[in-house]
């Protein structure tokens, strides 16, 4: 396996495989393996790494990886790691990886910052070797020739890449809208993408987040008369949350207060480290005379006040989780206060954010949040920039990443309305190798691809046993009977001992659990039991039977047998 | 205390007490109690009876009723038990409630039909007396004089109230929305509502549902033409999932069946009782040709089919849920179906929505859902017809209810910027007793207006201790040890047995068990432990202790010593 293939055969003999890795649903998002394969040679590059929240179902586990698996056999084919942007989706993963991969991290100043503070917090900082890449750069990477194009997100210094490969060039869209005003003043390289058109592009990989959103994504300026609007009026302290990397979502609050001569209060571990690092790398604008402490909050009326937070996603433990149960350290609310809610609900943590809003309402505190004002838009393109997108790179084959199964079918009809024929559209999930050459895109095996739990400080021994274990007693709980039987006669001595959790509550039940030492009494009376083994389980078969019989619940049931 | 009070006294002596319960944080949504007392009498009605659905971190729960514990000492005082309309959250607790209650039911001709089928698998139906009360009835109930009046809402027949008390004129909008081309062709009555507000309305209590949704709700017919599209082009057979109560809809979908010559499948058991019922009872038009069973679906090209089935809530054991994992008895998902959800997710709900979608694509078939095309619309006002109702009711006094705390305050605002005054509106959570006089409305004592869990076959043995168990259960497991000690010297006897459940895969874990066998081995050598008690206690500590440290989780202990 040779590193030399900078030669741009016009016939290449190898093939270009493309593998979309990720956590749950979202194809590609969280991870992608692009191998460039011939008969002497063998190279990759990884794009992204990074990490999905778990679904409401998947009890106890604090976030999923991508089972990478794939990448641990060809070690040594991998030329560089890219990162595409500085959000968690795409960047917690990092550590994971690293701790097998030998290869430089490519990434932006901002990303490359935001990937610093993991890999210390990891202790990996001191072996991996980290590569500035603006937007604008080329990188050669062992056959692949990395240009990193500037896009629009709710991160600012995101990039999409444009790949020259052996078979042809392949553009990866990174997360993106078109966004012609955005709050860094930095619009989408429209040229860029261009000239990969006229160069000829043989795929594009797009993301398809927003695929069944029809129109276009509104700019983030279109938030700020909404923010005028409320930072004129409030009467009281404006709290704002929103999410601890949306860099540019705190520029435009920190613009607000300017206007209105407000003074910014940050709070919250993962806020105060981001702003402090965007303003040392100067992705911050936000004069230091303006940031005080919450200690100085005394010193103003509640209407010079904006206090930036976390917590939208309705999380107990974050800033305006805490805030709405008056558990905050520094702040509580108050009536007056008014909650701005900068984000929209993820799928799945629409109960819990509403429950934060109701509670804060509570307290007093007005609350705005979408659709009572427009104070969050997305950082994802809508229909009608993923139609300007394909329409501006024109490519022969074309892979819609980055959504769910849903996304990527409507993002595919997209493509098709637009003439790219259904054949050169490919729909896949993660874990299914895509096979590029010159003029084909095929399907090719399918390898693992799902996902690996993270619970606790332990990768991957949490599996799909231990989460049905985990459904079922949190379902019904459990009830555990301790029985002493004569060694001899097979006869109960004493009274058995029952303990349940998460069944019935037991002060209340004494009747049930009367019943239920009568019915093991019984059991062990009836039988003539040769066996420990065989009287646990038949006690286990009659209590489970009792249970269900009195309750219509299905507990699970342990019995202990120890011959006295 | 007297029935009578049937003369209006110009001063009443009285005070009217108005007390909204409910499950979860929607006020007075599923349950209102309205009570007259005077010096000499006291009579009440109670108007709804609904449940609601858990909320996803209450494990096990299958619904929840308001706790009604108020009316237990009142069953004298009740007049009459009103039901606006026949949706589960306004019906289905009937049968808890009229365990207790002795009084008429009064419904529209549907809801009856509805309420018949819950009061009678209750085994309830001989003993409970319902009343047929139709729009335009005005009905007596003690002191109350309650008018039924038409309003628009996604189920036919539903009515809101304008119930004249002693200290003055009451409206209650129940569920309703302004839609003026409805699919029965029966409009809101607008002149009823101008009526009253020519009497003098004292108090509107009236539906927030929507209120952070600004302008109008589109009319149920402003999806017709998204159907009919679908409808034309489809290639193969349709199956459309929504709301087994959504009576309106399925007539939507039989009307556009027949206008594409499309033969109907009804699969479901609320489903086909439902659609039985209403066609009965007269309220869902749908000939006996075009109705066919699955069997025969053989007979016909599959772009002559229409398969109206649920589980648009992505419940994996309805309908939908069924197909999309392969499931379903009699139906199977075919490349070229194309499914269609005509339904929003409930908040909660939207995870479990997606995943049935994609898993649906998987499978083959194209998807239709809102956003993608308009094939659902909201049966509740939005900003737009709460401003009409109010304006056009004018009352004295306003109480948003049916919504959750965000939502009522943003019905007030709403009220508030019609120019009711500020002091004459009133927000409140479930068990805060209104009280209201001719001229004016106060705040009144707080009484337990909570929920009650009904789990299995059990009504309310189910309280937060046990959710909070099966909380910890769910997200870490248990491990229990069994440890037998000698009774003198109070040594180890064998090994201590060691069981997990939902913890980590055991299996996988020998090296844990082992060590943690070890560890109590060392606890116990080292002390000197004069009881089982204390023995249990330190063993206990010395696990959670240990399972702590090495993952990170807090998996609950149990410890069980036995004396040999």
């Known amino acids: 396996m040779s590193k030399k293939q900078n030669e741009q055969p016009h016939a290449p003999d190898g093939v270009l495989r493309v593998l979309p890795l990720g956590g749950l649903g979202e194809v590609g998002k969280n991870m992608m393996i692009m191998e460039y394969i011939s008969d002497s040679t063998h190279d990759s590059i990884i794009i992204d790494t990074g990490i999905m929240f778990p679904e409401n179902d998947m009890l106890g586990i604090d976030y999923i990886i991508p089972d990478f698996n794939y990448i641990m056999d060809r070690l040594d084919t991998i030329r560089g790691v890219i990162i595409t942007h500085g959000h968690e989706d795409h960047t917690g993963a990092i550590h994971h990886v690293m701790e097998h991969v030998n290869a430089p991290v490519y990434a932006t100043r901002l990303t490359r910052g935001l990937l610093e503070v993991k890999l210390k917090s990891a202790g990996l900082l001191d072996q991996v070797t980290l590569v500035t890449a603006q937007a604008g750069d080329t990188i050669q990477m062992g056959p692949f020739i990395v240009e990193f194009f500037h896009v629009c997100h709710s991160i600012p210094d995101s990039v999409g890449l444009g790949i020259t490969t052996p078979v042809g060039l392949v553009v990866h869209s990174g997360d993106y809208k078109f966004d012609h005003t955005p709050v860094d003043g930095w619009p989408p390289d429209f040229a860029k993408l261009a000239e990969f058109a006229s160069r000829g592009v043989l795929a594009l990989f797009a993301d398809s987040t927003n695929a069944d959103v029809p129109g276009w994504t509104r700019s983030e300026s279109g938030i700020d008369p909404a923010f005028d609007e409320i930072f004129r009026d409030a009467p009281g302290r404006i709290i704002v949350a929103t999410f601890a990397s949306l860099i540019s979502r705190v520029q435009q609050v920190a613009n607000a207060a300017r206007r209105h001569n407000r003074k910014m209060i940050v709070q919250g571990f993962s806020m105060v480290e981001n702003v402090k690092m965007a303003r040392n790398l100067g992705y911050l604008d936000i004069p230091d005379e303006m940031l005080i402490d919450v200690s100085e909050a005394g010193h103003y009326a509640p209407n010079q006040i904006v206090v930036m937070t976390t917590g939208t996603q309705g999380e107990p433990m974050a800033g305006l989780g805490r805030l709405s149960t008056g558990q905050h350290r520094n702040l509580e609310v108050e009536p007056g206060d008014t909650v701005l809610m900068s984000s929209h609900p993820i799928p799945g943590n629409e109960e819990m954010v509403y429950r934060t809003i109701n509670k804060l309402f509570q307290r007093g505190a007005n ?192 019995v202990f047998v120890n011959e006295l």
């Open 367 to 558: 609350v705005i949040y979408d659709p009572v004002a427009s104070v969050h838009v997305s950082g994802h393109a809508a229909q009608e920039e993923m139609k300007l997108l394909i329409n501006l790179v024109r490519p022969r084959f074309f892979v819609p990443v980055h959504g769910e199964l849903r996304h990527l079918h409507q993002h595919a009809k997209i493509a098709s309305e637009l003439g790219i024929p259904r054949e050169n559209i490919r729909v896949v999930e993660n874990g299914t190798i895509l096979e590029l050459t010159p003029d084909s895109l095929t399907t090719g095996e399918r390898v693992p691809g799902g996902y690996v739990y993270v619970d606790g400080s332990v990768v991957g021994d949490v599996g799909p046993a231990v989460l049905r274990e985990r459904e079922a007693l949190g379902r019904d709980g459990f009830v555990i009977a301790n029985l002493n039987v004569d060694r001899d006669s097979r006869q109960l001595v004493g009274q058995p001992e029952i303990i349940s959790r998460g069944f019935v509550f037991l002060r209340d039940s004494q009747d049930l659990i009367n019943k239920a030492q009568k019915a093991i009494a019984d059991g062990l009376g009836q039988n003539g039991h040769t066996s420990v083994r065989s009287i646990r389980q038949d006690v286990e078969r009659r209590l489970e039977k009792y249970f269900y019989t009195e309750t219509k619940r299905r507990p699970m049931v342990f």
